[in-house]
């Protein structure tokens, strides 16, 4: 499944998220900080979804009150919220 996802609140605009029988296949996001964007992307293939939001919830980028990464933990959330 590929979850579709606008962010909001963060420099990025969206996230192509690749996810098969609970794992992260792949991440894309489009916008953003490309370098720390590669890095998150690598690091989250291969793991599961459920420790993918674990770990990245909550994170803070700055004074906003969301990140690129807990982005994807409320991309993540909300999927698997509706399956």
């Given at each position: 499944?590929?979850?579709?996802?606008?962010?909001?609140?963060?420099?990025?605009?969206?996230?192509?998220?690749d996810?098969?029988?609970?794992?992260?296949?792949s991440?894309?996001?489009?916008g953003?900080?490309?370098?720390?964007?590669q890095g998150i992307s690598?690091?989250?293939?291969?793991?599961?979804?459920?420790?993918?939001?674990?770990r990245l919830s909550?994170?803070?980028?700055?004074g906003?009150?969301?990140s690129?990464p807990d982005q994807l933990a409320?991309a993540?959330?909300?999927a698997?919220?509706?399956?």
């Amino acid at each position: 499944m590929v979850i579709d996802y606008q962010t909001q609140g963060v420099c990025s605009q969206r996230m192509l998220i690749d996810v098969e029988d609970g794992v992260v296949r792949s991440l894309q996001v489009l916008g953003g900080c490309n370098g720390n964007l590669q890095g998150i992307s690598s690091l989250v293939a291969g793991m599961k979804v459920e420790e993918v939001i674990d770990r990245l919830s909550g994170i803070r980028c700055g004074g906003k009150p969301t990140s690129c990464p807990d982005q994807l933990a409320r991309a993540l959330r909300q999927a698997t919220a509706k399956a």
